[in-house]
């Protein structure tokens, strides 16, 4: 079934999820001819999750002995969107990806809920990163990187309450959020060597303690050297809002795909969506994520 979306598109339903007509393109074909390595790493995200933050920080951690010199990172001059690749847009053109440059560990990144990822992901036996937001706030994020999208032709109906209202029906890009969320989550929790399990206000809270983690959960764990050398700090300032948003190509530039590299960057915080959603509206997104996450142990209130 097809819904009009608020993606200045329509939407489709496939598999329970929602997706653009760009994107279920590359999913389909993704599905059909992506071939996982063992080795591969995932980094699993809905919309507007914190994505560009944790390429940048997974993409510095796997790739720091390869580039030592901060000053001369390829995150200064290459979005992070550029160098780890959404794997299901890799397959939207009909001559398909060649990744035989990628140097293993392979990083990817998708939105594909778990029923979705391709048969070989599962045969494989690769590592997923999952990162969640609250959902308040990834709706706030996602409004209005959708509206920042919408061509000036399009900027029709987008309300806040019509969105909102969509968004707490289950139909919003890749949603319904909370089964995205919790297809990954009860994963991490039969397999958390398999599946790391992170929130974007926990990375927000204590990001050296999760670069730890993550760099143990990756096998990549930080040496006293490094550590005494303040290596983690380096990362964590490199990755920063303040620090990736004020870059050149970040103002200025464009994804090979048309999209401006600014509309993936806008405030970075944590709690904006109070200063969007009603008290009635926070209530209610907090009563339906409750009642769909209550029985499974996770709390993303
Ligand atoms: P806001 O719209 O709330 O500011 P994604 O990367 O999944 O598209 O998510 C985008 C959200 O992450 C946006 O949230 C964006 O501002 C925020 N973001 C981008 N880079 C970030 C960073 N380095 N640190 C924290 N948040 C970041």
């Given at each position: 079934p097809a819904e009009k979306g608020w993606v200045a598109n329509y939407l489709h339903q496939y598999q329970g999820f929602w997706h653009t007509t760009r994107q279920l393109q590359g999913v389909l074909a993704c599905q059909k001819h992506f071939q996982a390595h063992h080795t591969d790493i995932l980094l699993v995200t809905t919309p507007k999750s914190g994505t560009t933050w944790l390429k940048a920080i997974m993409f510095a951690l796997m790739n720091r002995a390869r580039f030592p010199d901060p000053k001369q990172h390829p995150l200064l001059t290459n979005n992070p969107h550029v160098l780890v690749p959404f794997l299901e847009l890799e397959y939207i053109d009909t001559q398909f990806p060649d990744f035989t440059s990628f140097i293993s560990p392979r990083l990817f990144s998708t939105h594909l809920p778990f029923v979705s990822l391709p048969k070989s992901v599962e045969d494989?036996?690769?590592?997923?990163?999952?990162?969640?937001?609250?959902?308040k706030d990834t709706f706030v994020s996602l409004w209005h990187f959708t509206n920042k999208l919408r061509k000036p032709?399009?900027?029709?109906?987008?309300?806040?309450?019509?969105?909102?209202?969509?968004?707490?029906?289950?139909?919003?890009?890749?949603?319904?959020?909370?089964?995205?969320?919790?297809?990954?989550?009860?994963?991490?929790?039969?397999?958390?060597?398999?599946?790391?399990?992170?929130?974007?206000?926990?990375?927000?809270?204590?990001?050296?303690?999760?670069?730890?983690?993550?760099?143990?959960?990756?096998?990549?764990?930080?040496?006293?050297?490094?550590?005494?050398?303040g290596v983690t700090d380096e990362i964590l300032n490199l990755c920063s809002f303040d620090k990736l948003s004020n870059l050149e190509v970040n103002k200025t530039g464009k994804l090979p795909s048309g999209e401006e590299n600014c509309t993936f960057f806008r405030r970075g915080e944590v709690g904006d969506s109070m200063n969007y959603l009603t008290a009635d509206m926070l209530e209610k997104m907090d009563r339906i994520t409750e009642q769909k996450l209550k029985s499974c142990g996770l709390s993303l209130l």
């Open positions: 494989s036996g690769c590592k997923f990163v999952y990162l969640c937001r609250n959902p032709k399009e900027k029709v109906e987008n309300s806040l309450e019509e969105a909102f209202d969509k968004f707490c029906r289950g139909v919003s890009l890749c949603g319904p959020f909370w089964d995205h969320v919790l297809g990954y989550w009860k994963q991490s929790l039969e397999d958390p060597e398999r599946v790391l399990f992170l929130k974007y206000e926990d990375l927000k809270k204590k990001p050296k303690a999760l670069l730890r983690r993550l760099s143990e959960f990756l096998g990549c764990p930080f040496s006293q050297e490094e550590e005494n050398y």
